[in-house]
T-cell receptor
């Protein structure tokens, strides 16, 4: 079966750095997405990785290792507004998105 | 601004009473998706349209139907809602299937009494 694993919940301090990991086992691979979802709202796109390596976008960076079936999302200079769930999703060989259940990130002052 | 719009934002229905949720998009995207998301769970794909080509997920109950009368609009019909169907329903679009950045509407939260 297809599987996306990410931690259920993480806590970090305002101003700090946090890394949210995602491992996957899917039928084929056509890219990995990270989405942010605030409580009661729709997911919004953060990043897309299809090649190995690090993609940086402002305070957020996303890393991919296809050989290890592994990605992480790195958030720097955390702000209170970063409190949200972060969903990892992989596009399989049929171009379907397989979603993880999300990591709830709690930011403390 | 180009966007995905869902109506209503909140829907309350009674057990067994049919309900229709609507989604419209101004992005002119080819693909439209309907997801069901329950609290602290991953979005679950119900079905998607690639243009007029309808694709039903194997485990989507028959109770759920969809219509896409034109490029801009897509509807989700729940014929006989049960208590287990209470969830957030998310509509999303993408330009194509292959590059799959999906743009989501704000969602409709369905309550079944």
């Amino acid at each position: 079966g297809q599987n996306i694993d990410q931690p259920t919940e993480m806590t970090a301090t305002e101003g700090a750095i946090v890394q949210i990991n995602c491992t996957y086992q899917t039928s084929g691979f056509n890219g990995l997405f990270w989405y942010q979802q605030h409580a009661g709202e729709a997911p919004t796109f953060l990043s897309y990785n299809v090649l190995d390596g690090l993609e940086e976008k402002g305070r957020f960076s996303s890393f991919l290792s296809r050989s290890k079936g592994y990605s992480y999302l790195l958030l720097k200079e955390l702000q209170m507004k970063d409190s949200a769930s972060y969903l990892c999703a992989v596009m399989d060989s049929n171009y379907q998105l397989i979603w993880g259940a999300g990591t709830k990130l709690i930011i403390k002052p | 601004d180009a966007m995905v719009i869902q109506n209503p934002r909140y829907q309350v229905t009674q057990f067994g009473k049919p309900v229709t949720l609507s989604c419209s998009q101004t992005l002119n995207h080819n693909v439209m998706y309907w997801y069901q998301q329950k609290s602290s769970q991953a979005p679950k794909l119900l079905f998607h349209y690639y243009d007029k080509d309808f694709n039903n997920e194997a485990d989507t109950p028959d109770n759920f139907q969809s219509r896409r009368p034109n490029t801009s609009f897509c509807f989700l019909d729940i014929r006989s809602p049960g208590l287990g169907d209470a969830a957030m329903y998310l509509c999303a679009t993408s330009r194509d299937r292959e590059y799959n950045e999906q743009f989501f509407g704000p969602g409709t939260r369905l309550t079944v009494l």
